[in-house]
């Protein structure tokens, strides 16, 4: 029997796979983006206690009362954003159902999808089971983002444009000029913009700038973001999405359909986390930027051209110094010759050729792992 047309150019995750070439040749993996450090002892606290208090049935279909007050208090503190949180925030099985949800509630069948690349892998995919049509556009690491190239992407057909910023795995975070020249282009056409900020407080340079902060761009943004990296808790896939009653209301509608509700406890967790301090926000900042340093050094040290990340908690790194130009058979090859996992770059690209020569390390591990990735990097033979 045929499997559905829109599906025939899906694949396994590769992150998936390389995982399993970790513990295949019991390697290190820095290829899957995940702590392995611990949560914030508040939150693990708070989850704890929901579960002893009961609170273990279905929370309201989006979203906890408490998580979503949380939420609108933290838009507001930080960035001046007023969000009615019983209208315009719904809560998700992360950012990762939002970001589908929102693109399945939004746009229609034929429309286009502007989409930078490289790009996290789910955003193509997301696309095409909306029936619509991505349309990529270069956001390369280390490299300011092509504003003629960008307005080009521009048709009669476009629907939305999707921006993630701290952008994984290209490591940029778009400057306020760049936002800008977004956010005047989506008036323009009359586009949505559909944003993942997932790691808004993991910076080490640039600030966060919300577009829908900008002129004209509150009624016109579906912003996302989660829990699962501010916190360490990526396991218990916490995520949200802000944005005017309308489009709240229509992602609300695809949502109650796709996983109905999302876990109780983690949801009082979240929301025991956002109170945190800001010193809590500015040294997970610090200590991961140690530990870019720590790995960019490192990958350098082994010959590898490095592309420092502004954000998030991936290095992009460039294997032509050692005489390859296929990440895929790179990474695949690694962790037999060096125990360390790395994930091929390429499958965050639609352009083949622009994606093959380049591979992404994630550092947020403790720090005796990275020390022991280097020394095992450091033995590769260019």
Known sequence: MSTARRTHGFRESVIRGMTRLAREYDSLNLAQGFPNFPAPELIKTAAARAIQDDINQYAITWGATRLRRALAATYAQRYGLDADPEREITVTCGATEAMIATLLALVDPGDEVIVFEPFYENYGPDTILADARPVYVPLEPGQPLDLDRLAAAFTARTRAIVVNTPSNPAGRVLTRPELDAIARLCREHDVLAVTDEIYEHIRYHGEHVPIATLPGMRE?????????????????????????????????????????????????AAAAGLRLPDEYFTALAGELAAKRDLLASGLADAGFTVYPPSGTYFVTADIRPFGKTDGMAFCRSLPERCGVVAVPTVVFYDDVEAGSPLVRFTFCKRREVLEDAVVRLKSLEK
Do not use: D, N
């Open 220 to 268: 016109r943004t579906v912003t996302i973001s989660s829990a699962g990296k501010t916190f360490s808790m990526t396991g218990w896939k916490t995520g949200w999405a802000c944005a005017p009653a309308p489009l709240v209301e229509a992602v609300r509608t695809v949502k109650q359909f796709v996983t109905y509700v999302h876990g109780a406890p983690s949801q009082h």
